[in-house]
């Protein structure tokens, strides 16, 4: 199951964060994340990243990060489609005059 579930801005300042199981450390979480995201070489990061017992999922878009934490093994795919679906639901849809 998902442990914490938190949205970054592109400098890293946390906009919205939801722990489920307090299981994960709090908020410094996101900023472990947010330096992990930073220190790797490159402008791709990597889609699923791994840190001690941690997986971190995550997706950008629009200069946001919507990121996942789980301590168990549960399929990153199942947790990508969340954070689309979650992304798609806040997505300005244009007028239909």
Excluded: W
């Amino acid at each position: 199951m998902i442990s914490q579930f938190f949205i970054l801005s592109s400098k890293g300042d946390p906009l919205i964060y939801k722990d489920f199981r307090g299981d994960s450390g709090g908020r410094d979480v996101a900023e472990l994340f947010y330096r992990k995201l930073t220190g790797l070489p490159g402008d791709e990061s990597p889609v699923v990243m791994h840190h001690h017992g941690r997986h971190f999922i995550h997706i950008r878009h629009s200069g946001l990060y919507l990121v996942v934490t789980t301590s168990e093994n549960v399929s990153p795919f199942s947790l990508l489609e969340l954070l689309s679906r979650t992304m798609a639901m806040y997505r300005p849809h244009p007028r239909r005059c």
